[in-house]
């Protein structure tokens, strides 16, 4: 098999595709969640807590130099909590409704699973062996 067939199968599977999509809408739900998270959730948040905005929340471990002309010369080290806070944030969002869908998922999955079949009725073989064994019985 060449290699542009070999390559032509593995694509055409169900899998890859499957995992395609997902990946596409997993993007799509990535921007969705760090939208709700940084212009619904945050604002709130800091509105309870005094107004802080969370994106510009940071320490300054090192002030910034400036140059004798006013530019910088050296940029400010920092560490940028606010920006964290959003990540996690959006993390433990993105985790939650993951989470949800699948218990969802598995709820569903298990009622299928619980509806038991009906056994399936013995052959005809097998009933006529059990009457002749209890008649055998009888005897």
């Known amino acids: 098999m060449s290699f542009i067939n070999e390559f032509k199968n593995f694509i055409a599977k169900g899998n890859v595709i499957d995992l395609a999509v997902a990946v596409v809408i997993g993007g799509a739900f990535g921007q969705i969640v760090t939208s709700a998270v940084n212009d619904l959730l945050m604002p709130i948040i800091g509105a309870v807590i ?7 929340f940071k320490i300054t471990l090192k002030e910034a130099m400036v140059a004798a002309d006013g530019s910088i010369a050296k940029p400010a080290v920092t560490m940028n909590i606010g920006n964290f806070i959003q990540v996690t944030v959006n993390f433990l969002l993105i985790a939650l409704f993951i989470f949800l869908m699948l218990k969802g998922l598995m709820k569903l999955k298990k009622q299928k699973e619980e509806a038991p079949a009906a056994p399936p009725a013995p ?11 209890d008649l055998l019985k009888e005897k």
Request: proline share 0%; aromatic share 6%.
């Open 50 to 56: 005094g107004g802080i905005d969370f994106t510009s």
């Open 123 to 133: 052959s005809a073989e097998v009933t006529l062996l059990t009457e002749i064994r």
